[in-house]
């Protein structure tokens, strides 16, 4: 059986784990040392619940393999193929563990006004909840250049499929946060018409100029392709139009030959009978 690229599901038991174990001893009533060691067995529960979500659909998308090669047209061919990274996910992921941990002290061995380290707690779950999904979308999520288009596929629960064929493309732009930077990340936007409607954006890949580069020499190329048969076509054009006056010329040439020798022709005739007309007298 087919499985995922990385392990999905070992990360993904390793970050519920510590949801879990918290959740239970907060939910099962055991004191927290502290000034403030009363906590609803609620917030327990919905640690467990959390941390169960992300075991779970960790190990869905552990047997959830990436989307293969699209069906190739006539004449296609696939020159390129990328997958997201995976370690920029889970170290946003990991970032967020210092500001779970501060948030937890300050609420319960500090006498900090509760809006600190709820605040602290809140950015500390964005930061994992973000890190983590980032992780599962980028271990679904395939790139492929063809001769003919620049594809993005993406597999959760259904296939979503974005392209952009060469003729349609506008522009190519490369874009790294600071973020993405520090990974040796970039992101790249495949733009169509002139708004930029249709856009397939390749995310967080290594050696975005590369895979840049490879997209605008795929589509030169298909430009020089059509513009070869529109170039002999202007010229075989030319030659027929440069024949068809040529032939207007020589027509022009004969035409004013004959005219010029026949008025001569005419002007002579009266000349020769004056002369005839004066002897005879």
Same mark, same amino acid.
Do not use: C
């Given at each position: 059986?087919?499985?995922?690229?990385?392990?999905?599901?070992?990360?993904?038991?390793?970050?519920?784990?510590?949801?879990?174990?918290?959740?239970?001893?907060?939910?099962?009533?055991?004191?927290?040392?502290?000034?403030?060691?009363?906590?609803?067995?609620?917030?327990?529960?919905?640690?467990?619940?959390?941390?169960?979500?992300?075991?779970?659909?960790?190990?869905?998308?552990?047997?959830?393999?990436?989307?293969?090669?699209?069906?190739?047209?006539?004449?296609?061919?696939?020159?390129?193929?990328? &997958?997201?990274?995976?370690?920029?996910?889970?170290?946003?992921?990991?970032?967020?563990?210092?500001?779970?941990?501060?948030?937890?002290?300050?609420?319960?061995?500090?006498?900090?006004?509760?809006?600190?380290?709820?605040?602290?707690?809140?950015?500390?779950?964005?930061?994992?909840?973000?890190?983590?999904?980032?992780?599962?979308?980028?271990?679904?999520?395939?790139?492929?250049?063809?001769?003919?288009?620049?594809?993005?596929?993406?597999?959760?629960?259904?296939?979503?499929?974005?392209?952009?064929?060469?003729?349609?493309?506008?522009?190519?732009?490369?874009?790294?946060?600071?973020?993405?930077?520090?990974?040796?990340?970039?992101?790249?936007?495949?733009?169509?018409?002139?708004?930029?409607?249709?856009?397939?954006?390749?995310?967080?890949?290594?050696?975005?100029?590369?895979?840049?580069?490879?997209?605008?020499?795929?589509?030169?190329?298909?430009?020089?392709?059509?513009?070869?048969?529109?170039?002999?076509?202007?010229?075989?054009?030319?030659?027929?139009? &440069?024949?068809?006056?040529?032939?207007?010329?020589?027509?022009?040439?004969?035409?004013?030959?004959?005219?010029?020798?026949?008025?001569?022709?005419?002007?002579?005739?009266?000349?020769?009978?004056?002369?005839?007309?004066?002897?005879?007298?």
């Amino acid at each position: 059986m087919t499985v995922a690229r990385g392990l999905p599901a070992v990360w993904s038991t390793l970050f519920a784990l510590p949801l879990v174990v918290v959740g239970a001893y907060l939910a099962g009533g055991y004191p927290v040392v502290g000034p403030r060691p009363e906590t609803p067995p609620i917030v327990g529960m919905l640690l467990i619940v959390f941390g169960l979500f992300v075991f779970g659909v960790g190990l869905y998308v552990h047997f959830v393999a990436a989307p293969e090669a699209p069906r190739m047209r006539e004449n296609e061919a696939v020159v390129d193929e990328r &997958d997201p990274a995976q370690r920029n996910a889970l170290a946003e992921a990991f970032v967020s563990v210092p500001f779970l941990g501060v948030g937890g002290y300050l609420l319960y061995f500090t006498q900090t006004p509760l809006v600190y380290p709820t605040a602290v707690l809140a950015l500390g779950l964005y930061l994992f909840s973000r890190g983590v999904h980032r992780y599962w979308r980028n271990t679904l999520t395939t790139y492929f250049v063809t001769n003919q288009r620049v594809i993005e596929e993406y597999r959760f629960i259904s296939l979503i499929r974005n392209e952009v064929p060469h003729e349609k493309v506008r522009a190519v732009e490369e874009r790294r946060s600071a973020w993405d930077s520090l990974f040796g990340l970039g992101n790249v936007a495949v733009r169509s018409g002139a708004s930029g409607d249709l856009t397939v954006s390749v995310d967080e890949v290594y050696d975005p100029a590369e895979f840049a580069d490879v997209v605008r020499d795929e589509i030169r190329a298909h430009d020089g392709t059509g513009g070869g048969a529109s170039t002999d076509s202007a010229g075989e054009t030319s030659g027929d139009s &440069d024949e068809s006056t040529g032939d207007s010329n020589e027509a022009s040439g004969e035409s004013e030959g004959d005219a010029s020798g026949d008025s001569d022709e005419t002007s002579g005739e009266p000349g020769s009978d004056g002369p005839e007309s004066r002897r005879t007298e």
